[in-house]
Structure formats: C-alpha cells, structure tokens
C-alpha cells in the first residue's frame, strides 16, 4: 500500500472558493480588537490568501504561510504579497531566531484536523506563543457528518478497501470542553463554538467534487498508481453520495457543514511569575 503524503490539486481545491473561505474571515472577523501583532504566522496557509489578507489587516506585521504542499504555495507566492512562504512540516513547526520571533498570532484555518493529539499539539502552539499572544482555529466537524460516513462505507465495499484501509483522512475532534480544558492550561479569553454551514453547491456531482480537493486527497494519492481503481472509485462514491445529497428542482445539492473555532490568548505571565 502507498505510505506517500497526499498531493494537493490547487486547482480542485479553489473550485468552491467561495464556500471555503467563509469559515476563515468569520474566524478573522472574531480576532480581538485591540490585538497588534509584529509576527504572525498561518499554519498551513495553502493558496495564501488568508496570509495575504493578515498582512494587508497589519503591513507592520512579519507574515509567514507554511505549507507541506509545494503546488499551494506555488499559487501562495503568484499573490505578490509580502509574505514569507515557507514549506514545513505543520506537526513540527517552530518559529526560528530569537525569542523576540515568538509569534503574537498563530492562525490555523482548516488545517490542525489532519494532525493526531490535539491536546498535546495545542499544548505546544500555545507554548510558542509570545505572552499575550492569540491562536485561531478552525476546523471541520467532519467525523460525523453524512457525506464523511457515505464515504467509510464505501470505502470499505470493493476491491479498493485493502488498499484504502488505512488512508483514513482525518479523526473525530476531542470534545469543546475538552478543548477548553487544554487551552486553559495557558491562556485566557478563550472563545470556542461551532456553526454549521448550510452550502448551496451547483454542477455535476457536486459533493464528491467538494470532497475531492481535501478529504479524497490521500485517497487519490493511494490509488495514483491504479487510475482503473481510482475511477471505480470515485464512481461508486458518486452513485452513493449522490442518493445521499439528491439534487432539488432548482439544480442546487445541499451540504450542510459543521465547523469548530477556537480562539485563546496566551497569559501575560506563568505561575511562576515570569
């Protein structure tokens, strides 16, 4: 069975733009007001539009978009913008210099519920906070939905399961209170809460597209090797997604999304004092 990262398709992901990109400026418009960050950094950036727009929001801002897929930043970089690219591993990331680069905002948009423990992980970006400084989360409540549990079924009907088996995309998030719990270790001010996304999709089999520029990634990268099974299995998925998300008179598939934030400020000082 492939081991190898998924591949990223720019051009797939950027086909519902417009849908992707409201959970993150919603995310953007519930920063704190009064925070003025020198360095910022977004995890997992992709195309770069999201680090763009945080360096427009503060040009006296040291920006970096990191990113494990070269292809995203590739388009990141066409921005023009005055953003340090940067491609990285998102699970291993550490702001390099002095301490003074301790970033004052980390924003991870759709991009930390690839990565196991989370408590551990959020453990770490806190830690690597300057004092005062603020993560910003968001990530997709996947586990659970429809089109996620159509997808497992199917994956695991035909002669694509052996190969597919553990190509799981992404794992349930921990409960918000449990995420509260973390986060309250080491800060303050932490805002966390959901909102379901009720996205009006047109075209052709409009769901599996969706799906096919994040969740079907490792998938496709399974199977790259295999384009007869990579059909198949699409096609079957298809069949099956579209019983599940039947298309309404006026042309429009209905997906409902269900989205986690998670907003928290690093404590001035430790219980030490320091």
Known sequence: ???????????????????????????????PGDLEPRSIVDLGCGAGQHAALLKRRHPQAKVTGLDSSAAMLEQARALGADVHWVQGDLATWEPSGTPDAAPDLIF????????????????????????GGVIAVQMPLSWDTLHYRVMRQVRGEG???ERLKERETIQALLDPADYYD??????EDIDIWSTTYLHALGGERPVLEWMKGTALR??????????AMRDAW???????LSQA?????????????????????RRAFDGAGR
């Open 182 to 187: 973390v986060l309250a270790e080491g800060c």
């Open 234 to 240: 699409l096609s079957a998925l298809s069949d099956a």
């Open 245 to 265: 998300f039947p298309r309404r008179p006026d042309g429009v598939t209905l997906l409902p999304f269900p989205r986690l934030f998670l907003i928290a400020r």
């Open 159 to 161: 002669p694509w399961a």
């Open 108 to 131: 991870a948009n759709a991009s930390l519920q690839w990565l196991p423990d989370h408590r551990t992980l959020l453990r770490r970006l806190t830690g690597l906070l300057a004092p």
């Open 218 to 227: 490792p998938h496709l990268t399974a199977l790259a090797d295999d384009p």
């Open 1 to 31: 069975m492939s081991t190898a990262q998924p591949t990223w398709d720019p051009h797939q992901y950027s086909r519902f733009e417009a849908e992707r990109d409201r959970p993150a400026l919603d995310l953007l418009l519930r920063l």
